[in-house]
């Protein structure tokens, strides 16, 4: 399971090593208000599992007047075809020199592999590749609870003695939270002391069965939402978005696609009862999605009513054209909406498919 940035720092932080103050925010949170609590010099990082974030726009700096407009910017916006839906406002420290630490496993031996370098900051792969020689590398055994004051000498190579205490800190996270990959880069020196400026923390999906942890699975951002909204959700690889009520209905749509030489882009199932709300974060979700063409929204309405799940997809207002098929209550007043605002309502499942992969293709 990868943790996101925020959390792997909670973790960091709870184990004594040092991350910038800062505090987790969502849309709609008062951001000037929460970053009073922090400074004045301020950095605005999307939380989404994606690398190179900076280079994609995910990172930004800001102050105490500008926080509240940059983070909702953010929040608006995609990061390599990933919605954000959280930032973390940090405090910007005052960085004297850049390092990368991991520790990882080393496949030959099955043991415990520390990487560190003086030329944190970037692509560890970009380093491999330049600069070899840059890297110094230690195969811990498996057994021992500490790294050796030696192997800790040997990995600096005169980098500041302060990092020492760092490294072993690391390792003990990296043991007891049976992770495939703890990382900090960069690991920064600074006036103030050394700190963890980004951190990244990889867990072996096994281990969580043993350590009690029950969520096992490598959830993106897209099927973080989902889970937030209590969705059925599974991506898959065409171009046509999915929703539907009951597993049954919503697999039987997706079969649908797929005989008639369409390519389903997901699996969501709304549940039964679906509001406008839930409706509206549902079309949001898939029209975020990258390759998404178009959208068929096919929903019996029982206790669905069908004029509410009108209003959500009118509510979402995304970019790709939306093909409904609605039967049941209310399901006069649905399209009456639906036409009234442009969108396609159909009588049949085998109607909506067809026009949905006709328009993918």
Same mark, same amino acid.
């Given at each position: ?10 973790i ?11 505090? +987790? &925010? !969502? ?12 400074? @004045? ?8 599992? +994606? ?9 930004? &700096?800001a ?5 509240q407009?940059?983070? @909702? ?17 940090? =405090? ?5 020199? =850049? ?5 990882t ?14 030329? /944190?900051?970037? @692509? ?12 110094r !590398? ?8 500490? +790294?050796?004051? *030696?192997?800790?000498?040997? $990995? $600096? ?8 205490? #760092?490294?072993?800190?690391? *390792? ?7 992770? $495939?990959?703890a ?11 050394? *700190? ?7 867990? @072996? ?9 029950? =969520? ?34 919503t &697999? ?9 030489? /369409? ?21 949001? $979700?898939?029209?975020? &999605?990258?390759? +998404?063409?178009?959208? #068929? ?5 029982? #206790? ?8 959500? #997809? ?10 409904? %098929?609605?039967? /049941? ?14 969108? %396609? ?17």
């Open positions: 399971m990868k943790l996101l940035e925020f959390e792997a720092k909670e960091l932080k709870s184990a004594g090593i040092p991350v910038p103050k800062g505090i +987790v &925010m !969502k849309a709609g949170d008062d951001m000037k208000a929460a970053a009073a609590q922090i400074g @004045d010099r301020l950095v605005v990082k999307a939380q989404v599992d +994606v690398g190179g974030r900076g280079k994609a726009g995910g990172i930004l &700096m102050d105490s007047g500008s926080v407009a940059t983070a @909702d910017g953010l929040l608006q916006s995609s990061i390599k075809g990933i919605p954000v839906y959280t930032v973390l406002i940090e =405090e910007q420290i005052s960085i004297e020199h =850049e390092y990368y630490l991991s520790i496993i080393d496949r030959a031996s099955g043991s415990p592999l520390i990487l560190f370098t003086a030329s /944190g900051g970037v @692509d560890i792969e970009e380093v491999a590749t330049s600069t070899p020689d840059a890297i !590398k230690a195969v811990i055994h498996p057994l021992l609870t500490d +790294v050796p004051g *030696y192997t800790i000498r040997y $990995l $600096l190579n005169g980098a500041p003695k302060e990092i020492g205490p #760092i490294i072993n800190r690391l *390792y003990n996270v990296f043991r007891s939270r049976d992770a $495939l990959l990382e900090i880069n960069p690991l920064v020196t600074t006036p103030d002391g050394v *700190y963890a400026a980004d951190a990244k923390l990889i867990v @072996d999906d096994n281990a969580l069965i043993r350590q009690g942890i029950h =969520e096992n699975r490598d959830l993106n951002e897209r099927e973080r939402c989902a889970e937030e909204f209590g969705f059925s959700f599974v991506e898959l690889h065409g171009s046509i978005g999915v929703i539907g009520n009951g597993a049954g209905l &697999m039987a749509t997706v079969d649908l696609i797929t005989v008639l030489g /369409g390519r389903p882009a997901n699996f969501l199932d709304v549940g039964g009862g679906a509001d406008r709300v839930r409706v509206a974060h549902a079309v949001r $979700l898939l029209g975020s &999605m990258p390759g +998404v063409t178009v959208i #068929i929204v096919n929903l019996l309405g029982g #206790i669905t009513r069908c004029d509410e799940v009108a209003a959500g #997809i009118i509510d979402a207002g995304v970019a790709q054209q939306v093909i409904v %098929r609605l039967a /049941g209550t209310n399901e006069e007043e649905g399209r009456r909406m639906l036409n009234a605002h442009g969108y %396609r309502m159909l009588d049949t499942m085998e109607e909506a498919v067809a026009a949905a992969v006709e328009e993918s293709s």
